[in-house]
């Protein structure tokens, strides 16, 4: 299923995929986050996102196919 939602971001450009990957980080990404000071959570989260979003759309997905 998530090799599906990542060919189907990457290549038709699907942002409703890209938030399905996303969402499913999200659980570990809010148990991760409780190890950084209050203050910087937010921000963190956010820089997250944008990265996670740089390799969805990035990642090598030809032998996915």
Known sequence: MMAELLVQAQQQHDQEATL????SFT???KASLLQVPAEHREDLKQELYVKM???IQHF???EMK
């Open 53 to 55: 979003i740089e390799v």
């Open 27 to 29: 659980p570990k990404i």
């Open 60 to 62: 090598d997905t030809s």
């Open 20 to 23: 399905h990957i996303l969402e």
